[in-house]
């Protein structure tokens, strides 16, 4: 493959996300995602990414990501799925590719942008019908932005700033009209 025509910047917000090969599933039991997710903590504190909000689903998972240094976030995200599918094809005893081509990546420009992309993130499950309750969903972040469960990985003085009071989070997340109407203003960045 060759290089990507993105180019990640020091500062920026970006949207990363991807999905199985023929949307097939990409995590096969609870294990793999908490083998992800500890993949995620080692390579975004080995290359400077802060995590402001992920969701794995069955067959995709997406990130939202801020690349804190010159060192790009093509790069930890490669090192992530690369040990990732080496991992799940050695345990599965299964061959080739698991992801869909190269992950996507969009910059998100403004902080109201990026609340908006976080909420969409957070609501997959939901959308999915995977569960009635978001916080019944345990691959995602949204738990920690809500306040119901600690961890250490995302970035909580960007919840803080945004949502000093988790319950406003929650509600921002679950006004479902709202989220319609901006779906159609963030096509660019999902």
């Known amino acids: 493959m060759g290089r990507r025509a ?33 993949k995620v903590r080692k390579y975004t504190e080995q290359f400077d990414i802060t995590v402001i909000a992920y969701c794995f689903m069955p067959n995709h998972y997406h990130f939202i990501f801020r690349q804190n240094s010159d060192l ?4 930890c995200v490669q090192n992530i799925f690369n040990s990732y599918t080496k991992a799940i094809n050695k345990r599965y005893k299964r061959r080739g590719t698991l992801f869909e081509g190269k992950f996507k ?52 003085d960007f919840i803080v700033k945004n949502f000093p009071n988790p319950d406003d989070y929650k509600k921002f997340v679950l006004d479902y009209y709202s989220t319609k109407q901006m779906l159609k203003k963030l096509k660019k960045y999902i």
């Open 6 to 38: 993105e180019v990640f910047q020091k500062g920026s917000v970006y949207h990363i996300y991807n999905r199985g090969c023929n949307k097939d599933k990409i995590f096969f039991e609870d294990r793999n995602y908490l083998f992800l997710l500890r």
């Open 72 to 75: 790009e976030i093509n790069n």
């Open 105 to 156: 990546a969009k910059e998100i420009y403004e902080d109201q942008s990026v609340l908006e992309v976080c909420r969409y993130v957070h609501r997959n499950p939901l959308e999915a019908g995977l569960v009635k309750n978001l916080e019944d969903w345990q691959y995602s972040n949204y738990s920690e932005w809500i306040g119901l469960r600690s961890g250490d990985l995302c970035d909580k």
